[in-house]
């Protein structure tokens, strides 16, 4: 019986996961989809990198630096990397001291990538897309459940001012209703993201009396309750950004946000970590198969 386990890499934050683990992330995938269905929802593959330059423009650089995965090349020619290679082997300078920061950097958000797509839109009705990436944020600990690389199935709305928190409030529910039939017990809770220095002071308070974002928080079997999945509203914050429009008005838009990762180390502390041993409903939801408990 094959256990669904997280395989700890030689860095803190970065696992492998063995076939089990992953059979249950396919399961949690289709079960997503399956409901996100009804509402014509556009499906995109995105990959985990991202224009730095987009980044920058969205406020990401000065709200969360710390988190941020930056990727650096080497841009030099032969004649560079023949010098950095023989301080390299002279005195054991650094094989990276004249890497450059890229024009890309690691995705930290799957919705990112969804925005640009209605662009300079005018948009006729609501927008529902959906994508899953793996995102990268470098995060301080590395807890169970806290990893740095992590796959994140989002679906986004763009729509209008009644429309979008309308939106975020049902698929709150709905995620709580398919957590419960997943036998997961979750808390819901508003939140504010973890802004860093200046922005912490500035951003969180706001967020949080406006119940901007909300998490559902479940136990991962440490005792401490943590986000698998989140929902938040940005009001007519993209809408502006990317120039999207419903009518006259600026777009406003909204995610739901699943930690695929979370979400099965949720399952294993809630039914163990053999999934041929869960119950049968929780194997049946994920298209598992067999008969389970
Ligand atoms: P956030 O954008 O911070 O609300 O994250 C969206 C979802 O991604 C959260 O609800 C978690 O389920 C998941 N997530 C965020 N950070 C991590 C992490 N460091 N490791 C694993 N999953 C994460
Ligand atoms: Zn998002």
Redesign the pocket.
């Known amino acids: 019986m094959l256990a669904a386990s997280l395989i700890p890499t030689e860095v803190p934050?970065v696992g492998v996961l063995n076939s089990a683990f992953e059979a249950v992330v396919d399961g949690l995938r289709s079960s997503i989809l399956g409901f996100a269905e009804p509402e014509d929802t556009q499906a995109f593959h995105v990959p985990p990198v991202i224009s730095r330059a987009l980044l920058e423009r969205l406020g990401y650089v000065d709200a969360f630096p710390n988190l941020l995965g930056t990727l650096h090349t080497f841009v030099g020619d032969n004649r560079r990397w023949r010098a950095v290679q023989a301080a390299r082997l002279a005195d054991g300078a650094p094989w990276h001291s004249e890497q450059t920061i890229s024009d890309v950097v690691a995705l930290p958000?799957t919705c990112y990538h969804l925005y640009p797509l209605v662009a300079h839109q005018t948009l006729a009705q609501p927008v529902t897309m959906t994508a899953e990436a793996s995102?990268y944020?470098h995060?301080g600990s590395s807890e169970l459940?806290?990893?740095?690389s992590?796959r994140?199935r989002?679906v986004v709305r763009i729509g209008g001012p009644d429309d979008v928190p309308a939106w975020r409030d049902e698929w709150l529910t709905r995620a709580r209703t398919w957590f419960d039939g997943l036998g997961l017990k979750t808390s819901v809770e508003v939140?504010t993201?973890?802004f860093f220095g200046d922005a912490a002071r500035m951003m969180a308070p706001p967020q949080r009396q406006e119940e901007l974002?909300w998490?559902?928080r479940a136990d991962l079997g440490t005792g401490q309750a943590?986000?698998?999945?989140?929902a938040?509203y940005h009001k007519d914050h993209f809408g502006g950004l990317f120039d999207i429009r419903t009518g006259g008005d600026v777009a406003h838009t909204a995610c739901a946000?699943?930690?695929l990762?979370?979400?099965v180390l949720a399952l294993i502390a809630a039914h163990g970590e053999s999934p041929e041993r869960w119950p049968a409903s929780v194997r049946g939801a994920l298209g598992l198969g067999g008969t389970g408990r």
Do not use: T, V, W
């Open positions: 934050g958000a995102c944020r995060e459940g806290r990893l740095r992590f994140m989002e939140a993201d973890p974002k998490e559902l943590q986000a698998i999945a989140s938040n946000a699943f930690g990762e979370r979400i």
